[in-house]
């Protein structure tokens, strides 16, 4: 005996939205609903589709909300945003000139301050100055303690 065709209902078709929208595979929504593959793709294929990017615009709609208020999270969701969306950085790159070992590759940011020289706190201190007035740029340091001051005394 044939089965009978299947019937979509606005409440079978929400719920399938929200389970596409959570990131359930299809092969699993099938498994909760019932149906094969073909009848959920045949009758549910816009549920499928819109689901996540309306999950994805009500989440971005809420983090917007909680980071242009003035609650708890508001900075957090706000350097969430600005990092996800408007490529904004808190990460700096350090060039050092004149060693070889340090040639085009990145510094670590972990440093002993107790073992550095004052020549290179000097350094350091004008460099961090030098972050905390243009942060999106790249700072070239020399390797050699007077070169650095000279370098540090030019960005002041």
Not at 40 to 56: D, N, Q, R, S, W
Not at 93 to 101: M, N, T
Request: net charge positive; proline share 6%; aromatic share 6%.
């Amino acid at each position: 005996m044939p089965r009978k065709p299947h019937q979509k209902t606005p409440q079978l078709a929400g719920m399938i939205e929200n389970m596409a929208a959570f990131g359930i595979t299809v092969k699993q929504i099938c498994a909760i609903v019932g149906v094969h593959e073909r009848t959920l793709l045949k009758y549910y294929k816009h549920e499928l589709e819109t689901g996540p990017p309306k999950a994805i615009a009500n989440v971005a709609n809420s983090l917007y909300r909680i980071a242009t208020g003035d609650g708890p999270q508001a900075a957090r969701a706000a350097e969430f945003y600005l990092r996800t969306r408007a490529r904004w950085s808190t990460v700096h790159e350090v060039h050092l000139h004149g060693v070889p070992a340090a040639e085009d590759k990145y510094i670590s940011s972990m440093v002993n301050l107790q073992k550095l020289t004052n020549e290179e706190l000097v350094l350091l201190e004008g460099i961090t100055k030098r972050l905390e007035r243009q942060p999106e740029r790249t700072i070239e340091v020399a390797a050699g303690p007077q070169d650095a001051t000279n370098r540090i005394a030019s960005l002041n």
